[in-house]
């Protein structure tokens, strides 16, 4: 099928697209949500479908914003329908370490090399959510070798994260152009909307390092730089490892059709894409759990997210700490804040006190919203915001800049402020590589509210 016929039979089973649109200058056109879109559009996995699930998560390295940023609206600016072919041999019994895709993008032939990443998440890692007002443990069926990551073949700078259950869904990046994927429900050729994504102009952010510090500091910052010290070599040299829990709120949780099975999906497509950001500093982001709030909030979500984090860090001293182990513990709030997108404590990484951050993620753009994820981890870890003198050696920009731009790294300054903090003895935790089990701190235990294995009911201890 030609460009042309792609884009037209687009047009005819999209018609809900045009719908949701509405005019921008010079001829974009912004969609409403992409989670409505894709409803109408029927995109996700076929029930029963024998097409291969590819999300190709592709990863655009973004600059993101301070904690308080607004990351905008999203705009999709054009689509195509493609169908992505897999040259894999079929029938292998064993796991497949490499993949190999065909894809047609803009009439262009390209080939995605892909290898497996098993590490990104704690084997039957626990799932929490509650039923008739009751705590209980799912078991949602998560498979941990899905996610991929690779890069375009013969395009410099390219690199792919991919998702390979549930259908192809996900992003891309080539040529400092991102690209988003979808399949689609109603095709039966295992077709699939590829569609450019493109946003409003950039957002600054007017928040200082002093109004970062939210609650809590481990250390002044009376520098624009880090203390000069000789760092010893294993700190460099060893990977760490941030076992990182992730609360989900209500409204999130509906806007992901209130199933718990895709709330799981879409946060470990997260993790895998936060990732591909955090090995700029040699560390790996470790799903160890989630908390789902099926049911409604458990706490007071305000639009002001540093009094949301407060209430947030207040539940998960009392309810989640004595529950399941964790380096930090990040929430997931759906809600549109009026200035910020994301708080964190500086510094709380490993501590008991404050190990905690939240996010917004009301929009449907998942680059964004990994990179501030790993904005506001980077800040948990010690790093404040960069300044002008901050340089990056790959990259155009600095992650921790305060604004938003779509290639970033951790800059020199992030990783000295990083080390610098692993050197005070802060991220000792950090240091210890995740199991191959859940991270459940005791077994069943009468009266602390949680429905276990072996317990018919558990109304905790009030």
Same mark, same amino acid.
């Given at each position: 099928?030609?460009?042309?016929?792609?884009?037209?039979?687009?047009?005819?089973?999209?018609?809900?697209?045009?719908?949701?649109?509405?005019?921008?200058?010079?001829?974009?056109?912004?969609?409403?949500?992409?989670?409505?879109?894709?409803?109408?559009?029927?995109?996700?996995?076929?029930?029963?479908?024998?097409?291969?699930?590819?999300?190709?998560?592709?990863?655009?390295?973004?600059?993101?914003?301070?904690?308080?940023?607004?990351?905008?609206?999203?705009?999709?600016?054009?689509?195509?329908?493609?169908?992505?072919?897999?040259?894999?041999?079929?029938?292998?019994?064993?796991?497949?370490?490499?993949?190999?895709?065909?894809?047609?993008?803009?009439?262009?032939?390209?080939?995605?090399?892909?290898?497996?990443?098993?590490?990104?998440?704690?084997?039957?890692?626990?799932?929490?959510?509650?039923?008739?007002?009751?705590?209980?443990?799912?078991?949602?069926?998560?498979?941990?070798?899905?996610?991929?990551?690779?890069?375009?073949? %013969? !395009?410099?700078?390219?690199? =792919?994260?991919?998702?390979?259950?549930?259908?192809?869904? @996900?992003? /891309? &990046?080539?040529?400092?152009?991102?690209?988003?994927?979808?399949?689609?429900?109603?095709?039966?050729?295992?077709?699939?909307?590829?569609?450019?994504?493109?946003?409003?102009?950039?957002?600054?952010?007017?928040?200082?390092?002093?109004?970062?510090?939210?609650?809590?500091?481990?250390?002044?910052?009376?520098?624009?730089?880090?203390?000069?010290?000789?760092?010893?070599?294993?700190?460099?040299?060893?990977?760490?490892?941030?076992?990182?829990?992730?609360?989900?709120?209500?409204?999130?949780?509906?806007?992901?059709?209130?199933?718990?099975?895709?709330?799981?999906?879409?946060?470990?497509?997260?993790?895998?894409?936060?990732?591909?950001?955090?090995? %700029? !500093?040699?560390?790996?982001? =470790?799903?160890?759990?989630?908390?789902?709030?099926?049911? @409604?909030? /458990? &706490?007071?979500?305000?639009?002001?997210?540093?009094?949301?984090?407060?209430?947030?860090?207040?539940?998960?001293?009392?309810?989640?700490?004595?529950?399941?182990?964790?380096?930090?513990?990040?929430?997931?709030?759906?809600?549109?804040?009026?200035?910020?997108?994301?708080?964190?404590?500086?510094?709380?990484?490993?501590?008991?006190?404050?190990?905690?951050?939240?996010?917004?993620?009301?929009?449907?753009?998942?680059?964004?919203?990994?990179?501030?994820?790993?904005?506001?981890?980077?800040?948990?870890?010690?790093?404040?915001?960069?300044?002008?003198?901050?340089?990056?050696?790959?990259?155009?920009?600095?992650?921790?800049?305060?604004?938003?731009?779509?290639?970033?790294?951790?800059?020199?300054?992030?990783?000295?402020?990083?080390?610098?903090?692993?050197?005070?003895?802060?991220?000792?935790?950090?240091?210890?590589?995740?199991?191959?089990?859940?991270?459940?701190?005791?077994?069943?235990?009468?009266?602390?509210?949680?429905?276990?294995?072996?317990?018919?009911?558990?109304?905790?201890?009030?």
């Amino acid at each position: 099928m030609s460009v042309a016929a792609s884009v037209t039979h687009s047009a005819s089973i999209l018609p809900s697209l045009r719908k949701n649109q509405v005019a921008l200058k010079e001829g974009k056109i912004k969609f409403q949500t992409w989670a409505q879109q894709k409803r109408d559009m029927r995109l996700g996995p076929v029930p029963g479908s024998s097409c291969f699930s590819l999300r190709i998560v592709l990863l655009l390295v973004i600059s993101l914003p301070s904690l308080y940023c607004d990351l905008g609206s999203v705009y999709y600016s054009s689509y195509e329908t493609v169908t992505p072919k897999s040259l894999t041999v079929e029938g292998r019994e064993d796991q497949v370490e490499k993949l190999s895709y065909v894809l047609f993008m803009q009439g262009q032939k390209q080939l995605i090399q892909l290898k497996v990443k098993r590490d990104y998440f704690v084997n039957n890692f626990p799932v929490f959510s509650y039923h008739d007002g009751i705590l209980g443990q799912e078991m949602p069926f998560i498979s941990h070798d899905c996610h991929y990551e690779g890069y375009i073949e %013969g !395009i410099p700078g390219s690199f =792919v994260s991919v998702n390979t259950c549930s259908g192809l869904r @996900g992003v /891309l &990046i080539k040529e400092e152009k991102s690209y988003g994927i979808e399949p689609m429900h109603s095709s039966k050729r295992c077709e699939h909307v590829l569609y450019t994504m493109a946003h409003e102009a950039p957002v600054s952010c007017s928040v200082t390092s002093n109004d970062s510090q939210v609650a809590f500091t481990s250390r002044q910052q009376e520098s624009s730089k880090p203390r000069s010290r000789q760092v010893p070599s294993y700190l460099w040299s060893h990977t760490k490892y941030v076992e990182m829990f992730v609360v989900v709120d209500n409204q999130r949780f509906q806007m992901w059709g209130s199933d718990v099975n895709e709330t799981v999906q879409r946060v470990m497509d997260i993790i895998a894409l936060a990732n591909s950001f955090t090995r %700029g !500093i040699n560390t790996e982001v =470790v799903l160890a759990g989630m908390e789902i709030w099926t049911e @409604g909030d /458990l &706490i007071e979500v305000p639009v002001d997210l540093r009094v949301a984090l407060r209430n947030f860090n207040s539940w998960r001293q009392e309810r989640l700490f004595h529950r399941v182990k964790h380096d930090v513990a990040h929430m997931i709030v759906g809600h549109h804040p009026k200035e910020d997108t994301g708080q964190a404590f500086l510094s709380g990484a490993c501590s008991s006190d404050f190990a905690a951050a939240i996010e917004s993620f009301h929009h449907e753009d998942v680059l964004l919203f990994a990179a501030l994820m790993v904005h506001e981890l980077g800040h948990n870890l010690g790093i404040p915001h960069d300044h002008s003198a901050c340089v990056c050696k790959d990259k155009p920009f600095g992650l921790m800049r305060e604004n938003i731009t779509k290639e970033s790294g951790f800059s020199d300054c992030s990783s000295d402020f990083f080390y610098q903090f692993l050197w005070e003895h802060k991220g000792a935790c950090l240091f210890n590589k995740p199991g191959h089990r859940g991270r459940l701190r005791r077994k069943a235990q009468c009266g602390n509210g949680l429905l276990e294995d072996t317990e018919q009911c558990d109304c905790g201890s009030d």
